[in-house]
């Protein structure tokens, strides 16, 4: 059964032991912070503070922080599951004749069955608030020492596509200005920066007013839909529906106060608001998931004009900073779901990696089965030009035979592969908005490494060695002496 709503995620944390109430009143300046980052570290529990310092509000933190979270918050035995679910819907092509096309029709129906559904109210709309509201209510945190304030930072953030119509929804962290208005920290390459853009562009409105984008903001859901927000999804490819179809039922929807925007009609709280088209201010520094702070930038401005919740809500939070937190676990997850799709272009690549160090943007390591001279050349520009993986700052590409999984043994293969003049090939191009070491913000390189073994037709004219390895019939053999010579 998919979960209704958050509380009903947290209600089967709390059954797989997954989950610890926190009684003892916590500030969510730092503090709140400090309790998730060690939980995390050392495999600890989700956690729900119930008297967090200054609300009536509880937190919710780290719902997604280990991979049997990430299994329960998605209802799978294994993350592995979703993707072979996603390979089997993209290999459905319509098969020949009119028995073919006739078995097809099931799968074409639990395609209908992903589409969020509108539903007049739900208990978003418990409490409609047009004035005497304020952020402060919540726990919202303030992560980091050098942060520049509080932040929310596991929104659900929903804007329309001005051309196409079509619904978007990120996950963009919103910097507390005051008990109205937030920054807005989309990102120059994300889809709420897009439809920002060519809003843009139109320019004032006949009256000769700056136009204003609607923005509408869900926090706390259903743990797929909440998790739909941070998903890589292509433009107007609208995340309700993945989130439909990662739970199995649609996501319900419902039309917001002020705007004609929608959002999940289960959500906890829903800010409602504008964005002025041409108002910026400074946003950051953030304690980052890079665990560096990102330095301050110029960001859009959000301005709050409806608070819609629940009677009693429940905040939902998360901290970046030093990795592993919270969402190494979500980028783990995604980068297993994901692998299905990048092989439908990619049938070359055999699996791929990101480890925690790297932050997901710094490094991926790949395993590809080589077919013809420069073949890892070819995978790294591909992935270089493939959707968010554009941002990745070091490809390691290895044949098939190493275990990308396993870091020590990429290092080792990888390292013995390459002579690093002729295997590492540099490019320019568009950089994760966090990197801090780009010579311009958004701007700056990016190397691959061809860690294959090096054929004959790439100019590599000496023999290749084998790696070495001990027949099993020795090892068997051994595993007779190793006990006679009482070794146990
Ligand atoms: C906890 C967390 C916080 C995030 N904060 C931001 C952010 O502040 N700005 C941003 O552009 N992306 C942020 N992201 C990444 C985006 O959510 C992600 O790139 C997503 O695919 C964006 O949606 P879009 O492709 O519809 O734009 C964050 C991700 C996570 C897991
Ligand atoms: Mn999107």
């Not at 043994?409 to 090939?425: F, G, M, S």
């Not at 070495?468 to 010579?485: F, G, H, S, T, Y």
């Amino acid at each position: 059964m998919p979960y209704s709503d958050l509380r009903d995620f947290i209600d089967e944390l709390e059954k797989k032991k997954e989950l610890k109430r926190i009684s003892v009143e916590v500030d969510p300046f730092l503090e709140i912070t400090e309790f998730a980052d060690r939980s995390v570290k050392n495999n600890g529990p989700a956690l729900l503070f119930e008297k967090p310092k200054g609300s009536r509000v509880p937190v919710l933190i780290n719902g997604f922080a280990s991979m049997r979270r990430m299994e329960l918050a998605l209802e799978v035995e294994s993350v592995e599951s979703v993707a072979q679910r996603i390979y089997e819907f993209l290999e459905m092509r319509m098969p020949e004749g009119l028995i073919g096309k006739l078995k097809m029709l099931p799968k074409l129906a639990e395609v209908g069955a992903f589409f969020p559904k509108m539903v007049s109210s739900g208990p978003s709309k418990d409490i409609i608030r047009h004035d005497n509201f304020s952020l402060n209510e919540f726990p919202i945190l303030h992560c980091w020492p050098q942060d520049g304030g509080r932040f929310i930072t596991l929104p659900m953030v929903f804007s329309r596509n001005p051309d196409t119509g079509k619904r978007n929804c990120g996950c963009y962290r919103m910097q507390v200005y005051d008990e109205r208005t937030t920054g807005m920290h989309w990102q120059t390459h994300k889809h709420g920066a897009e439809h920002y853009r060519r809003l843009l562009k139109e320019g004032k409105t006949k009256e000769g007013k700056a136009p204003r984008m609607d923005v509408a903001v869900a926090i706390g859901s259903d743990p797929a839909t909440m998790y739909s927000a941070i998903l890589p999804l292509p433009p107007d490819l609208d995340e309700m529906m993945m989130a439909g179809f990662l739970r199995g039922k649609p996501v319900e929807m419902v039309k917001c106060e002020m705007s004609d925007l929608e959002v999940p009609a289960n959500a906890e709280i829903v800010l409602e608001g504008y964005v002025e088209i041409g108002e910026n201010r400074t946003e950051g520094p953030f304690g980052d998931h890079t665990g560096f702070y990102s330095l301050e930038d110029e960001y859009p401005v959000f301005h709050i004009t409806c608070v819609t919740q629940r009677k009693h809500p429940i905040y939902a939070t998360t901290i970046v900073g030093p990795p592993p937190m919270e969402d190494f676990y979500m980028g783990k997850a995604i980068e297993r779901i994901f692998l299905p799709l990048m092989r439908l272009q990619l049938p070359e690549i055999r699996d791929i990696s990101m480890p925690a160090e790297g932050v997901f943007h710094n490094l991926i390591m790949v395993s590809i089965r080589k077919s013809y001279p420069l073949h890892a050349r070819k995978v790294m520009h591909a992935i270089w030009g493939l959707g968010q993986a554009m941002f990745s700052k070091c490809i390691v590409v290895v044949d098939e035979d190493v275990d990308v999984q396993d870091v020590r043994e990429v290092a080792w293969k990888a390292l013995n592969n390459i002579d690093p003049e002729r295997d590492i090939q540099f490019v320019l191009g568009p950089v994760d908005s966090l990197d801090h070491s780009s010579r311009m913000p958004n701007y700056g390189s990016k190397m691959g490494i061809d860690a294959t073994r090096k054929w004959r037709e790439e100019g590599f004219q000496r023999p290749w060695p084998d790696v070495i390895r001990m027949p099993d019939e020795v090892k068997q053999r051994v595993n007779q002496l190793w006990k006679k010579a009482g070794l146990a």
